[in-house]
């Protein structure tokens, strides 16, 4: 989506297919150069030399990378490297642009699927061993801060809890939806919505298949989708986000979903035999939208996560505090200049006469 959004691509894409799209990885340009001077010191490169960074072993960059996850801020501790906006060929970032504004012009006739997975920030777990005993003020001092800060935190914490996640569910599913939320859901609907009032052809899915149900803990995660979009997992036979499971069952998932992604890409279109009528996400009204769930009965859903998408859309953007997540549109002040006022580069007559 960044080289969409860059000069002199027109004619290149017709369509597009994105899965789980990691809006928040391209970086405002400030924020991009702090991390640039960190990750240059964490190596011993003074950013004033950075024609040095030819000279450092991959493996040294990649340690470096490493480290970077280590942020403190855990969505900004996702994407440690990464594209920025630089007001040349990027002129924002993709939240910015993908949420409020239109492809440029060469783009008009671009075609999309796009999807995510239920639980997006599940892939995580595995290296959170903590996460499902932690209290709901450390989630708020945490992972709620670092995205709608210090004084919104509770309150982001309280609507989530209230009005979004099922009800009596502990504070580590209250967090784990937020931060699927801001990972790839929110980004994928938002994006759907916006391209879909501008014109362009937009089915959307959401996966739901939970392939591996040891403990109960990986579910339908980030990269499961993918997985099985190949339809090849006789290779993915060791991977630990696929387990025990039913192969007849798998195979026939795999094959509706890559599948569809074949068609699309023929056809523009995703609809196949094996599938239920898979409609554009909406036709007038984006209040009556259509999402295709993949999972063991593959069905259509009618505004899916509508709760939590309008919170987005009314208050919880204007919480957010991470210039990671600019899902707020900014407002563009135009001073209003008026011809009456005086104009300081123009010789003031009367000044000039009194100095003489």
Not at 32 to 51: L, P, Y
Not at 233 to 247: A, E, Q, R, S
Not at 343 to 348: A, F, I, L, W
Request: overall charge negative; aromatic content about 12%.
């Amino acid at each position: 989506m960044s080289i969409i959004l860059s000069p002199g691509t027109g004619g290149l894409f017709h369509k597009v297919i994105l899965q789980s799209p990691p809006m928040f990885l391209v970086s405002p340009k400030n924020w991009a150069e702090m991390k640039g001077t960190i990750f240059a010191r964490s190596i011993g490169i003074d950013s004033s030399n950075v024609e040095e960074l030819q000279d450092v072993p991959v493996d040294t960059l990649l340690e470096s990378q490493t480290f970077m996850t280590t942020w403190p801020n855990f969505l900004e501790g996702l994407a440690p490297i990464g594209p920025n906006a630089d007001n040349g060929i990027l002129s924002s970032t993709l939240i910015e642009h993908f949420f409020h504004k239109p492809l440029p012009a060469e783009h008009s006739d671009l075609k999309i699927m796009i999807g995510y997975t239920r639980d997006e920030f599940n892939f995580f777990f595995p290296f959170l061993p903590n996460f499902q005993e932690m209290d709901d003020s450390m989630f708020v001092r945490t992972y709620f801060t670092h995205i709608f800060g210090y004084k919104n935190a509770r309150r982001a914490y309280e609507i989530y809890k209230q009005d979004i996640v099922p009800p009596m569910s502990p504070p580590s599913e209250v967090s784990r939806y937020m931060c699927s939320d801001v990972m790839s859901r929110i980004a994928t609907l938002m994006t759907a919505e916006n391209l879909k009032k501008r014109g362009h052809t937009v089915y959307v899915y959401e996966w739901d298949y939970e392939s591996n149900d040891v403990q109960n803990v990986i579910k339908a995660a980030h990269m499961v989708d993918s997985v099985f979009s190949w339809d090849n997992l006789v290779y993915w036979t060791d991977n630990p986000f696929l387990g025990p499971g039913d192969d007849f069952e798998r195979d026939r998932i795999a094959k509706q979903i890559s599948l569809a992604i074949i068609q699309f890409a023929k056809e523009s279109d995703p609809n196949h035999p094996g599938i239920p009528e898979w409609p554009v996400y909406f036709k007038d009204d984006c209040r009556d939208r259509h999402t295709l769930i993949f999972d063991r009965e593959v069905r259509v859903e009618h505004n899916i996560y509508d709760s939590g998408l309008q919170l987005w859309k009314t208050v919880l953007k204007d919480y957010v505090k991470t210039p990671m997540f600019p899902a707020k549109e900014k407002v563009e002040v135009v001073e209003n200049v008026n011809p009456l006022e005086k104009d300081e580069s123009v010789p003031n007559k009367k000044r000039k006469l009194r100095e003489e």
